[in-house]
């Protein structure tokens, strides 16, 4: 899930101009908000702040004029086959096995409520459509 989040962030700010925000003060806003998202990531863990990025970069479907992440089964296939793909990832998995200890809750709490206050402004500002989901149903992407 964390990897998906950084792809659609790198997919919203790629096209932060096209967005229907209106005015420069709320391009600015988003654009706080992703950067808090990804310093509470990254405060006080093992995953770089700059890293965050790069994993949304490489879930990136190649050669497509707009930008979409790859889906579950290409991530796993890629994972199984491709060396350098799965070295790359290997900082998340080791985040995530932190995590899965205990370690980083205060970040990831953190971190999933400046999520949340992204999908209510992308929402809000009509730059996104609102997802209505059944109680207990989990979200599959955001936007």
């Known amino acids: 899930m964390i990897a998906l989040v ?7 700010q790629r096209d932060v101009v096209f967005l229907p925000f209106g005015r420069k003060s ?6 706080n908000l992703v950067e808090r998202f990804k310093a509470g990531l990254s405060t006080r863990t093992i995953l770089w702040y700059h890293y965050i ?3 949304g970069e490489r879930l990136m479907v190649e050669g497509q ?4 992440p790859i889906g579950l089964s290409t991530f796993s296939q890629k994972l199984h086959t491709d060396l350098m793909f799965r070295d790359y990832y290997d900082q998340l998995m080791q985040f995530l096995n932190a995590l899965a ?12 409520a400046t999520l949340e206050q992204m999908k209510r402004f992308l929402v809000a500002k009509r730059a996104v459509p609102e997802i209505e989901m059944s109680a207990g149903e989990e979200p599959t992407a955001i936007g």
Do not use: M
């Open 101 to 112: 200890s205990g370690s980083y809750l205060t970040g990831i709490e953190e971190a999933a």
């Open 53 to 55: 990025h790069g994993i």
């Open 26 to 31: 709320d391009t600015t806003e988003f654009l």
């Open 6 to 12: 950084a792809c659609w962030i790198v997919t919203l």
């Open 65 to 68: 004029d707009k930008p979409q």
